[in-house]
């Protein structure tokens, strides 16, 4: 059986390698970040493919060539797309959760395998609540890459997603934060985008200048 994963090179994507090598020991792994070359897995027939947080958006013909193709998102079915945990945060759910779906060459369409939510706390910020995801979508990983290793049909959730993805733009927006907003708002807005290690949210000025946020100074917990 051929499987290969594509993933990130955070803590998080090689535990979901770890799993992968216990129950497929000849597994390949394709790991980068955004920007790296295209990997050489993906232009070969296979049985299975999975993404892991991969950095690389598979193509039509890449996944035409794997009997299935899945993908790990970071989010329920309510946030797909970039930046799921900001918007969550942003609405003050009191759910989330994280799915895994088939891939179809549209970034987060295709027909959902497995959710899982849990509570958000009122406290939640970026980090925990990402903490929480990742926890999360690694036991799904090992649930449904057992499925596979057993030849058991992945059944559909029944649970679809109910918005069009967010995309960067709309992430880069949510960071913006008006002179003239209210406490509210600027709040909601600072809980949603404060994240150790990337850029943060900044204050719009009456002549539309911006100010950055101060950011904290330490290694993001997730």
């Known amino acids: 059986m051929r499987v290969v994963l594509l993933s990130k090179t955070d803590r998080f994507s090689r535990e979901a390698q770890q799993i992968a090598r216990r129950i497929w020991p000849d597994v390949e792994i394709a790991e980068g970040k955004v920007g790296d070359p295209r990997p050489d897995a993906l232009s070969r027939p296979g049985d299975a ?3 892991f947080l991969s950095p690389w958006i598979v193509k039509a ?47 987060d369409t295709g027909t959902i395998v497995l959710e899982r939510r849990f509570p958000v706390d009122a406290e939640e910020s970026v980090e925990t609540l990402k903490l929480k995801t990742m926890d999360t979508m690694l036991a799904m990983f090992r649930e449904i890459a057992e499925l596979i290793r057993a030849g058991t049909p992945l059944r559909e959730a029944g649970v679809h997603c109910t918005r069009k993805p967010y995309t960067f733009r ?16 600027v709040a909601r807005r600072l809980r949603a985008t404060v994240y150790p290690g990337f850029p943060g949210p900044v204050m719009r000025l009456p002549d539309g200048s911006t100010r950055p946020f101060p950011m904290p100074e330490r290694a993001a917990l997730a």
């Open 61 to 107: 013909e890449e996944l035409d060539r794997f009997a299935t193709a899945i993908n790990f998102h970071p989010a329920s079915s309510d946030y797909p797309g970039s930046g799921c945990y900001n918007f969550a945060l942003y609405d003050e759910v009191a759910e989330y959760g994280a799915t895994c779906h088939h891939m179809l060459a549209k970034v």
């Open 170 to 185: 709309e992430m880069e927006a949510l960071k913006v934060i008006d002179h003239d907003m209210s406490e509210r708002e």
């Open 49 to 51: 493919l999975i993404s």
